[in-house]
């Protein structure tokens, strides 16, 4: 009876998830706690760059253990801009930077992007184990990079001034920006499920498991790996330009390896291979931290023995288990 | 008689039941307790925690419920625990901080919810200067002043050939700056090593064929250790003397880098044999019940939590009246474990700085002994940056 | 000259400690496909166990046995435990798994022996120093520390060329199910290689300790290090593994010394010392993604890794 329903359980379970994000800020107000809305809103955002690394790793198996590179560029590149532009002070050829979103986050994901490009050419023409030590060597590049750029903070990081303004309109309403948060993940989400059902997907995934019949068929899949770590990174950098609007802190922990560690963890709790998994990753591991944290400061003695049991038992993630036999497919 | 004895008995237990309906103060403390920083946090909290016992459990009179919890030395989830603390708990007065990161990642927020912060150990230039804030309060030090009192005593000594080093971040960079704004002599190369190195071996070579007369170094924590281990293998201890701030020589680290560490100069505002009344007996009842000596830390989390005491002793624990509370801060009416202390006009503090030689105690452990004092009531270098008055 | 020559002394040291960590980590990995993050763990392990022996008993070599001895067992506890479930697996859970790992032994070590790192002296008879480049003291101990790395690796090639047990190791690696078949209970072999390679990270650890911090995370530092000397080298590869360490225990050193005076040549002071030494950080994963742009296997890569 559960398999005939296992479609209708995986949709319910998406459904469930993204009414109760919609409806966070309004229990916030009914319970008198707005820290909730705080709290889940940092979700939302790690959860947007699990969702572009899922992308890549779900559909096209490329391990990436160097997300977080892409997450800091993303973060700085909005610090960077703002601090120039609350200080008036030039950058580059007399521009004082910015401290609109509209043009700062297209920034921020360019450059991240870019930065996508450059570590996807070299190390796209490795796979396995290569491919997860190479991703992680360029994340380490840019950590040490950050760590000292001294006219920035360096290892101490970087204060914002404030945040972002949007089209002229400041984002420190918590319920506001809240929502900006949400209405990009479910944005972000839609592109990659529309691209991931697109025969672009479809070469992707037929990369994953047949690389050899796929180059039979005439598909060379290079570039098309090429693009989807692109648009990953792309994206991530996103997720990044939210997190430093979020904290209005930067610091080269955010492209630290222990970063790009938890970028797979939330990938792999919520559910690889679903997109919407790791939503639910995001919300799950956060929340776990908080709870132990507050619980005890030998947290880590709980949450280590936790991810293990998780990758032995659950392999489907959360959502796999909500699905029932839904989730990945390998 | 007797009804009139048990009237005014429940007249007492009343009074006492009201005191105790009045909600206790509540303190959040996020500091480092895990990773290998942990041992720092942990060191705050137990001289907090002492100050709270010498108070009959409370701080100035008043009662006080202390939240504690990890940061992981991670500025986004301190971040989120400080916010948390404020937004849920109602938390008004923020303690605990030991890193400079995790500072600049969470006081500014703190304050901008209207919050008093006591940093207990991290000292940024930028909270002492520029982007120094009326209800920010620093107990401990301004990251520079260890640095600029050692820089005057090595001039003192005659010394004019100086190797220097120090790991390449800023921070780095501002404690080597400290060194040389009060050093007068000559620069013999300054050199920078990478965040976290394990192997010093090149350096060491370097440092030995610059034949410079000392070595000044800043290398917090682990670096520190493997630094000073190398260096001992290498034996250049008794030719080229090493001279650094009290980051890399608290009781704790020089125990474990062992006998390399004997007759290493190291620079602070605090020593366990420092000889006045506060300190003897925080060293002893720290001593007895922890059963280890106090480090540096212990001592900034004791005078803070004694900071914090005296405002609220002024102020009956009412944090409604913000200005008078501050204006209780600012006094710092308190006997500081450190003797003479008061706040400058950046509210961080102005006090002397002493040299330190680490000894072997009488209990067999490696401990620090004042050598001589090298400023009388010292200031930072960044109060006139401050708009605070 | 005479520097020059001590600092390729010291990059060589370096290398060989890191060889001494990679060796335990690239038998693993090329024997069972399994990445272990927790390699550094068992790297710490070793340091604990070493140390409190040492300080106890005040003999290195007991400290040594024992700190080999509980690196081994928990390293086949962890097998037994965890590992042996994860052979077949994705590389991605093996990441996952060793990550929790990682966690729980840093707070474990942390609730066992206490936040502050803890001490491990130099043997006396080895902290004298020996002139073997005229005029330039070398620690003897950092000697005893290449000699150990090269009798562990000449140790390592015997076992896996010459001996039975290394001809099981072989065929395991390349043909599970015909191994099994001659009989060889391939479980326990596992078991016992996985152990070993433990006990080598255990050795490494103690062998690190007089010149190390020793405090809970301490593996962590050292451990992309040897990641990346073992990328470098080509996975599973004895003789990769070697080169690779040497390659970086040399590139590291001599950047380290060498980039910020380069750098000066160009910049004003300030600016190149910080571009020269950001350099140096940078050095070693630049080496290694040009190594693996031209060879995408690592030097002496085979099959294995992918």
Same mark, same amino acid.
């Given at each position: 009876?559960?398999?005939?329903?296992?479609?209708?359980?995986?949709?319910?379970?998406?459904?469930?998830?993204?009414?109760?994000?919609?409806?966070?800020?309004?229990?916030?107000?009914?319970?008198?706690?707005?820290f909730?809305?705080?709290?889940?809103?940092?979700?939302?955002?790690?959860?947007?760059?699990?969702?572009?690394?899922?992308?890549?790793?779900?559909?096209?198996?490329?391990?990436?253990?160097?997300?977080?590179?892409?997450?800091?560029?993303?973060?700085?590149?909005?610090?960077?801009?703002?601090?120039?532009?609350?200080?008036?002070?030039?950058?580059?050829?007399?521009?004082?930077?910015?401290?609109?979103?509209?043009?700062?986050?297209?920034?921020?994901?360019?450059?991240?992007?870019?930065?996508?490009?450059?570590?996807?050419?070299?190390?796209?023409?490795?796979?396995?184990?290569?491919?997860?030590?190479?991703?992680?060597?360029?994340?380490?590049?840019?950590?040490?990079?950050?760590?000292?750029?001294?006219?920035?903070?360096?290892?101490?990081?970087?204060?914002?001034?404030?945040?972002?303004?949007?089209?002229?309109?400041?984002?420190?309403?918590?319920?506001?920006?809240?929502?900006?948060?949400?209405?990009?993940?479910?944005?972000?989400?839609?592109?990659?499920?529309?691209?991931?059902?697109?025969?672009?997907?479809?070469?992707?995934?037929?990369?994953?498991?047949?690389?050899?019949?796929?180059?039979?068929?005439?598909?060379?899949?290079?570039?098309?790996?090429?693009?989807?770590?692109?648009?990953?990174?792309?994206?991530?950098?996103?997720?990044?330009?939210?997190?430093?609007?979020?904290?209005?802190?930067?610091?080269?922990?955010?492209?630290?390896?222990?970063?790009?560690?938890?970028?797979?963890?939330?990938?792999?709790?919520?559910?690889?291979?679903?997109?919407?998994?790791?939503?639910?990753?995001?919300?799950?591991?956060?929340?776990?931290?908080?709870?132990?944290i507050a619980?005890?400061?030998?947290?880590?003695?709980?949450?280590?023995?936790?991810?293990?049991?998780?990758?032995?038992?659950?392999?489907?993630?959360?959502?796999?288990?909500?699905?029932?036999?839904?989730?990945?497919?390998? | 008689?007797?009804?009139?004895?048990?009237?005014?008995?429940?007249?007492?237990?009343?009074?006492?039941?009201?005191?105790?309906?009045?909600?206790p103060v509540k303190i959040g403390m996020v500091t480092?307790?895990?990773?290998?920083?942990?041992?720092?946090g942990?060191?705050i909290r137990?001289?907090f925690?002492?100050?709270?016992?010498?108070?009959?459990?409370?701080l100035?009179?008043?009662?006080v419920e202390v939240l504690v919890e990890d940061d992981?030395?991670?500025?986004?989830?301190a971040r989120q625990t400080v916010t948390r603390m404020i937004q849920r708990d109602g938390v008004k007065l923020m303690t605990g901080v030991?890193?400079?990161?995790v500072a600049?990642?969470t006081v500014?927020q703190a304050l901008?919810e209207g919050v008093f912060y006591i940093s207990p150990?991290?000292?940024?230039? #930028?909270? &002492? !200067?520029?982007?120094?804030?009326?209800n920010? /309060?620093?107990? $401990?030090?301004?990251? +520079? *002043?260890?640095?600029?009192?050692?820089?005057?005593?090595?001039?003192?000594?005659?010394?004019?050939?100086?190797?220097?080093?120090?790991?390449?971040?800023?921070?780095?960079?501002?404690?080597?700056?400290?060194?040389?704004?009060?050093?007068?002599?000559?620069?013999?190369?300054?050199?920078?090593?990478?965040?976290?190195?394990?192997?010093?071996?090149?350096?060491?070579?370097?440092?030995?064929?610059?034949?410079?007369?000392?070595?000044?170094?800043?290398?917090?924590?682990?670096?520190?250790?493997?630094?000073?281990?190398?260096? #001992?293998? &290498? !034996?250049?201890?008794?030719?080229?003397?090493? /001279?650094?701030? $009290?980051?890399?020589? +608290? *009781?704790?680290?020089?125990?474990?880098?062992?006998?390399?560490?004997?007759?290493?100069?190291?620079?602070?505002?605090?020593?366990?044999?420092?000889?006045?009344?506060?300190?003897?007996?925080?060293?002893?009842?720290?001593?007895?019940?922890?059963?280890?000596?106090?480090?540096?830390?212990?001592?900034?989390?004791?005078?803070t939590a004694?900071?914090i005491?005296?405002?609220?002793?002024?102020?009956?624990?009412?944090l409604?009246?913000?200005?008078?509370?501050?204006?209780?801060?600012?006094?710092?009416?308190?006997?500081?474990?450190?003797?003479?202390?008061?706040?400058?006009?950046?509210?961080?503090?102005?006090?002397?700085?002493?040299?330190?030689?680490?000894?072997?105690?009488?209990?067999?452990?490696?401990?620090?002994?004042?050598?001589?004092?090298?400023?009388?009531?010292?200031?930072?270098?960044?109060?006139?940056?401050?708009?605070?008055? | 000259?005479?520097?020059?020559?001590?600092?390729?002394?010291?990059?060589?040291?370096?290398?060989?400690?890191?060889?001494?960590?990679?060796?335990?980590?690239?038998?693993?990995?090329?024997?069972?496909?399994?990445?272990?993050?927790?390699?550094?763990?068992?790297?710490?392990?070793?340091?604990?166990?070493?140390?409190?022996?040492?300080?106890?008993?005040?003999?290195?070599?007991?400290?040594?046995?024992?700190?080999?001895?509980?690196?081994?067992?928990?390293?086949?506890?962890?097998?037994?435990?965890?590992?042996?479930?994860?052979?077949?697996?994705?590389?991605?859970?093996?990441?996952?798994?060793?990550?929790?790992?990682?966690?729980?032994?840093?707070?474990?070590?942390?609730?066992?022996?206490?936040?502050?790192?803890?001490?491990?002296?130099?043997?006396?008879?080895?902290?004298?120093?020996?002139?073997?480049?005229?005029?330039?003291?070398?620690?003897?101990?950092?000697?005893?520390?290449?000699?150990?790395?090269?009798?562990?690796?000449?140790?390592?090639?015997?076992?896996?060329?010459?001996?039975?047990?290394?001809?099981?190791?072989?065929?395991?690696?390349?043909?599970?199910?015909?191994?099994?078949?001659?009989?060889?209970?391939?479980?326990?072999?596992?078991?016992?290689?996985?152990?070993?390679?433990?006990?080598?990270?255990?050795?490494?650890?103690?062998?690190?300790?007089?010149?190390?911090?020793?405090?809970?995370?301490?593996?962590?530092?050292?451990?992309?290090?040897?990641?990346?000397?073992?990328?470098?080298?080509?996975?599973?590869?004895?003789?990769?593994?070697?080169?690779?360490?040497?390659?970086?225990?040399?590139?590291?050193?001599?950047?380290?010394?060498?980039?910020?005076?380069?750098?000066?040549?160009?910049?004003?002071?300030?600016?190149?010392?910080?571009?020269?030494?950001?350099?140096?950080?940078?050095?070693?994963?630049?080496?290694?993604?040009?190594?693996?742009?031209?060879?995408?296997?690592?030097?002496?890569?085979?099959?294995?890794?992918?």
């Amino acid at each position: 009876m559960a398999r005939d329903f296992g479609f209708n359980r995986a949709t319910v379970a998406t459904a469930v998830l993204l009414i109760g994000l919609a409806l966070v800020p309004a229990f916030a107000a009914l319970f008198d706690n707005p820290f909730l809305v705080t709290m889940v809103n940092r979700a939302l955002i790690f959860a947007l760059a699990a969702v572009a690394l899922d992308f890549i790793m779900g559909y096209g198996r490329m391990v990436s253990f160097g997300h977080a590179a892409f997450f800091g560029l993303g973060a700085y590149t909005v610090g960077i801009l703002s601090t120039h532009a609350a200080q008036d002070l030039p950058l580059i050829f007399g521009w004082t930077g910015t401290n609109e979103a509209l043009l700062a986050w297209l920034l921020a994901m360019l450059l991240s992007g870019l930065y996508a490009l450059i570590v996807g050419l070299i190390s796209l023409r490795t796979s396995g184990v290569y491919f997860i030590m190479i991703t992680l060597a360029f994340a380490q590049l840019v950590f040490f990079a950050f760590v000292s750029l001294s006219q920035y903070g360096g290892e101490d990081g970087l204060a914002l001034w404030g945040r972002n303004t949007l089209a002229g309109i400041g984002l420190d309403h918590r319920v506001g920006f809240y929502y900006l948060c949400f209405g990009l993940l479910l944005a972000v989400w839609y592109l990659l499920h529309r691209l991931v059902r697109s025969r672009f997907g479809r070469v992707i995934q037929g990369s994953r498991q047949h690389e050899l019949r796929m180059r039979a068929l005439g598909y060379n899949p290079f570039p098309y790996k090429l693009t989807a770590f692109v648009i990953s990174g792309a994206l991530t950098g996103l997720a990044g330009a939210l997190l430093a609007n979020n904290n209005e802190f930067v610091d080269p922990s955010l492209t630290s390896w222990m970063q790009s560690g938890n970028f797979l963890v939330i990938v792999l709790l919520g559910g690889l291979c679903s997109l919407v998994g790791p939503i639910y990753g995001a919300l799950a591991l956060l929340l776990m931290e908080e709870v132990l944290i507050a619980m005890t400061e030998h947290w880590q003695i709980i949450l280590g023995p936790v991810l293990i049991l998780v990758v032995l038992f659950f392999r489907g993630g959360i959502f796999g288990v909500l699905s029932a036999g839904g989730g990945r497919h390998d | 008689m007797k009804w009139q004895k048990s009237y005014i008995a429940a007249a007492v237990l009343l009074g006492a039941a009201a005191v105790a309906q009045a909600a206790p103060v509540k303190i959040g403390m996020v500091t480092t307790l895990s990773t290998p920083g942990g041992y720092l946090g942990d060191d705050i909290r137990k001289g907090f925690l002492l100050a709270i016992d010498h108070g009959g459990g409370k701080l100035g009179g008043v009662e006080v419920e202390v939240l504690v919890e990890d940061d992981g030395l991670n500025p986004g989830t301190a971040r989120q625990t400080v916010t948390r603390m404020i937004q849920r708990d109602g938390v008004k007065l923020m303690t605990g901080v030991v890193f400079s990161n995790v500072a600049m990642a969470t006081v500014p927020q703190a304050l901008k919810e209207g919050v008093f912060y006591i940093s207990p150990n991290a000292g940024p230039a #930028a909270l &002492a !200067g520029e982007r120094c804030h009326e209800n920010y /309060f620093n107990v $401990a030090y301004q990251n +520079d *002043n260890f640095d600029e009192a050692m820089g005057q005593y090595v001039s003192d000594q005659g010394i004019d050939n100086v190797y220097l080093l120090a790991p390449n971040y800023p921070a780095g960079r501002d404690h080597l700056a400290g060194f040389k704004r009060y050093y007068k002599g000559k620069v013999a190369a300054e050199v920078y090593t990478q965040l976290n190195q394990t192997d010093f071996a090149a350096e060491i070579a370097n440092i030995r064929a610059a034949k410079p007369g000392a070595v000044f170094f800043f290398l917090p924590g682990g670096m520190g250790i493997n630094f000073t281990k190398q260096y #001992a293998q &290498a !034996g250049l201890s008794e030719s080229i003397p090493l /001279f650094g701030p $009290a980051f890399s020589f +608290d *009781n704790t680290l020089v125990n474990a880098v062992g006998e390399a560490a004997l007759g290493i100069m190291n620079s602070a505002q605090w020593s366990a044999d420092l000889d006045n009344a506060a300190n003897k007996r925080f060293v002893a009842d720290y001593t007895k019940k922890y059963g280890q000596a106090p480090t540096l830390y212990a001592a900034q989390g004791y005078d803070t939590a004694q900071l914090i005491g005296s405002a609220l002793a002024a102020t009956k624990g009412d944090l409604s009246k913000p200005d008078e509370f501050r204006a209780a801060l600012r006094a710092a009416k308190f006997d500081s474990v450190r003797g003479d202390f008061r706040f400058g006009n950046n509210h961080h503090p102005i006090q002397d700085i002493y040299v330190r030689k680490v000894v072997r105690g009488d209990d067999g452990k490696l401990t620090n002994v004042v050598v001589a004092k090298v400023f009388d009531d010292h200031q930072d270098a960044y109060a006139a940056e401050c708009s605070l008055k | 000259m005479q520097l020059f020559l001590e600092q390729m002394l010291n990059g060589l040291q370096f290398g060989v400690t890191l060889l001494l960590m990679a060796s335990g980590l690239t038998l693993v990995f090329g024997i069972m496909n399994l990445i272990n993050l927790a390699h550094g763990s068992l790297f710490m392990i070793g340091a604990y166990v070493g140390a409190t022996v040492v300080a106890r008993s005040g003999s290195f070599f007991l400290g040594l046995i024992c700190g080999m001895g509980a690196a081994a067992i928990a390293g086949m506890v962890m097998e037994v435990a965890i590992m042996r479930r994860l052979y077949r697996r994705d590389h991605l859970d093996q990441v996952l798994a060793t990550f929790g790992l990682i966690l729980f032994f840093n707070e474990l070590v942390r609730m066992v022996w206490g936040r502050q790192p803890i001490a491990m002296s130099t043997p006396a008879w080895l902290s004298g120093s020996v002139e073997i480049i005229p005029g330039i003291p070398y620690p003897e101990f950092r000697l005893a520390v290449i000699v150990v790395g090269a009798l562990v690796i000449g140790l390592l090639y015997l076992l896996i060329m010459r001996t039975r047990l290394g001809m099981w190791i072989r065929a395991g690696a390349s043909d599970r199910e015909t191994i099994g078949a001659l009989g060889v209970n391939i479980r326990l072999l596992y078991t016992l290689v996985f152990g070993l390679g433990a006990c080598l990270a255990g050795l490494a650890g103690v062998m690190a300790a007089p010149f190390l911090a020793v405090q809970s995370g301490m593996g962590e530092n050292i451990l992309i290090l040897t990641f990346v000397v073992i990328v470098i080298g080509g996975i599973g590869s004895i003789k990769g593994a070697v080169a690779g360490a040497l390659l970086i225990g040399v590139a590291d050193t001599l950047g380290r010394v060498y980039l910020p005076p380069l750098a000066a040549l160009w910049l004003p002071p300030a600016a190149a010392s910080n571009l020269g030494t950001s350099l140096a950080s940078m050095l070693i994963y630049l080496v290694m993604a040009a190594v693996l742009a031209v060879r995408p296997q690592g030097l002496f890569g085979g099959a294995h890794g992918s």
